[in-house]
């Protein structure tokens, strides 16, 4: 069934008010239960115990108070009077005073808003009490004084004055109840926020963990912990953080012992061309063995990867200017944009190798070629600018994958693999970050390498 487009709006609008964290979330998930039923369980007690008990102490005070009245409109001497006030304190705890000419106050004393609301069911209960025992006019105060209720009813030649103990009007121990109350919701949350917490600390090592795996550094501490399914996903982390390893050992060992078998050959070849009549077909040969040796090199940094680096703070322009020596050997004009303080936590050799790679292509393709690292909110970025004819923006993606060469030929006469820009890419997100390619201002090429802070 299709839900209402006002349904899955309100539903797309509290998705965006709700926390985003798992400790949130959780604390919301129990909190939020449990203060729903702590507010229905002390609605149901105010409501039908609360109010119950006060309406029947004040339908007792409002029998007691009647009567007096009565009492005293069967003689209304003093010695009669003086009397039942005995009585009335002796037995009932009442205090009453008669008030000769006086009149009833005409409204009632407002109280604080807080008080108002509180006291409003017991101002009910008294009045509808009074009411129904009592033929004379009266009026009532439930919040001049701390301790008792002040009520006044109109007699012959003045007025009755009636103080009573505010527990024989209403329950006073309402708010004993609500005290424990609040104070089991608070003691409850707080041993659920601490259960929370542990777990919640147990995933975020797990993933902080993974993402200090993605930028090639390690944490040896690192052990499983926290509920079992979290142990479960650590232990599968670590499973699975060991075979990668053991791959990238092997495809580094391996592209290590074809580069080695390889360079002897080619060594040897190298002595004998050396040794050889020197014509235009040793010359060519002699290109060939360059660029053979070019692509076995290109294909161990591609395998080696980060090799075990350790990251430490490097200073990004005396790295960048080292890099642009060789575009400039090239034949190239380069400039470099970088403050000299400016310093990035990263593997010296293969940020270098990078960023190499990024520089030596826009030398190899165009005539200037601009440099700039830069600090910006999200951390550090390196932008890398070029005249040459660039790479259409529907290629930017294939132009990383690895052997793309970017031309239907795939001419051998041009110098490399295609493997520049997948080392510099892979480099870049083993640091945690990224390499994107735009439209470079200059007209070429922009390579854009993105750090963390």
Same mark, same amino acid.
């Given at each position: ?10 539903? !797309? %609008? ?12 959780? =604390? ?8 729903? =039923? ?11 115990? %609360? ?15 009647? %009567? ?24 009932? *705890? ?25 006291? $409003? ?58 005290? %424990? ?8 949350? /707080? ?7 542990? #777990? ?25 912990? *926290? ?24 495809? /580094? ?15 040897? +070849?190298?002595?004998?061309? $050396? ?27 591609? $395998? ?26 090239? *034949? ?13 936590? $990263? ?5 270098? !190798? ?40 529907? #290629? ?15 001419? #051998? ?11 510099? !890419? ?10 994107? +390619?735009? !439209? ?12 963390? *802070?």
């Amino acid at each position: 069934m299709k839900l209402p487009s006002s349904f899955r709006v309100f539903v !797309r %609008w509290l998705k965006r008010r709700l926390p985003a964290t798992l400790f949130a979330r959780s =604390m919301l998930i129990i909190v939020l239960p449990v203060a729903l =039923m702590q507010i229905a369980v002390t609605y149901v007690f105010f409501d039908a115990h %609360w109010q119950t008990v006060t309406a029947r102490l004040s339908e007792g005070l409002a029998g007691d108070i009647a %009567w007096a009245v009565e009492t005293y409109k069967e003689d209304p001497t003093p010695q009669s009077f003086a009397k039942l006030s005995e009585r009335a304190e002796e037995s009932m *705890g009442l205090s009453i005073a008669l008030q000769p000419g006086r009149r009833l106050p005409l409204t009632r004393r407002d109280p604080p808003v807080l008080l108002e609301a509180f006291f $409003a069911p017991i101002d009910r209960s008294l009045d509808r009490a009074l009411s129904e025992r009592l033929d004379a006019p009266f009026w009532f105060d439930t919040t001049r004084y701390p301790a008792y209720v002040d009520i006044r009813v109109g007699v012959k030649g003045g007025v009755m004055r009636v103080l009573a103990p505010r527990e024989r009007a209403f329950a006073t121990q309402g708010h004993i109840f609500v005290l %424990w109350m609040t104070v089991a919701t608070v003691l409850l949350t /707080t041993i659920a926020l601490l259960f929370i917490r542990n #777990q919640v600390r147990a995933i975020e090592r797990l993933a902080n963990a993974a993402e200090a795996f993605g930028r090639g550094a390690d944490v040896p501490a690192f052990k499983p912990h *926290g509920a079992k399914e979290v142990r479960a996903a650590a232990t599968a982390f670590l499973d699975m953080r060991a075979r990668i390893r053991r791959h990238v050992e092997q495809r /580094t060992a391996l592209l290590a012992s074809v580069s080695h078998d390889l360079r002897t050959p080619l060594t040897r +070849l190298k002595l004998s061309l $050396a040794l050889a009549e020197q014509n235009k077909r040793t010359a060519d040969m002699k290109r060939d063995l360059a660029e053979m040796e070019h692509m076995v090199d290109e294909y161990l940094d591609f $395998a080696r990867g980060e090799g075990g680096e350790a990251a430490e703070a490097v200073h990004l322009r005396a790295l960048i200017e080292a890099v642009s020596e060789g575009a400039r050997r090239l *034949g190239a004009q380069v400039r470099v944009t970088a403050d000299d303080d400016l310093i990035a936590t $990263a593997r010296p050799n293969s940020l270098k !190798r990078a960023l190499a790679n990024l520089v030596m292509n826009a030398a190899s393709h165009g005539e200037h070629v601009e440099i700039v690292a830069r600090r910006n909110a999200d951390g550090i970025e390196i932008v890398v600018d070029d005249d040459g004819p660039g790479i259409p923006v529907e #290629q930017h993606e294939e132009a990383f994958k690895a052997f793309a060469r970017l031309d239907e030929s795939r001419n #051998q006469n041009t110098k490399g693999v295609g493997l520049g820009l997948a080392i510099a !890419r892979d480099v870049a997100r083993g640091h945690g970050g990224d390499i994107v +390619l735009d !439209r470079s201002p200059l007209g070429g090429l922009r390579a854009v390498v993105r750090l963390p *802070g």
